[in-house]
């Protein structure tokens, strides 16, 4: 949810006239699995008010072993769904931070500590520290305040192109080239 008024941001900039309607669900801290998921994406594509497509965004990181990376989760995404083509499985490499990390010297800034990135492509930052444990140690050093996603990962992305990100991280890249192919925008 942190992340959805700069997603909107960023494809307002690229599909001018275009715009998709977005409706985003929460899943409470993990996709839904199996035969839940495929039962919510059904429901999702059928009725009245049918979307045309779902895109679905998991971390891989859920406090879960239930992915090995992210290519296995948009595996077992697309296997559990059944294979349908309205359905477009996505994955966070670790979780959502990695999507956070290109824009450190904002971290620092506003965590108020100089604590250096941590090194590496961003989505290839170890599984046993991932992201988001970077970024709450920063914030616990700078000792402002705990890191908060929603406030934080907000103050963090505001008036940034994602784009900058996407050029850092493939994960995010192919997420925001799925939206904007199925709108008939420009792919990154």
Known sequence: MAFKPHLISFLQQRLTGRMPKLDVFS???RIYKEAKLKRTVESLLSGKHAADAVVALTDVYTGTTDFS?????RAKMTQWVGGN?????????H????????YWIDIQRIAGHNKNAPPGQPEKVNHGCPPSYHVKEIFRLGRTRNYSKPRDANAILRDKDLAISAA????????????LNLCGGVPL
């Open 27 to 29: 899943c409470q801290g």
């Open 69 to 73: 990376d992210a290519q296995d989760a």
């Open 85 to 93: 083509p309205a359905f477009f499985a996505h994955a966070a490499q």
């Open 95 to 102: 979780d959502f931070e990695a999507w956070l990390l290109p």
């Open 168 to 179: 850092a991280c493939p994960e995010l890249k192919a997420f925001l080239n799925t939206i």
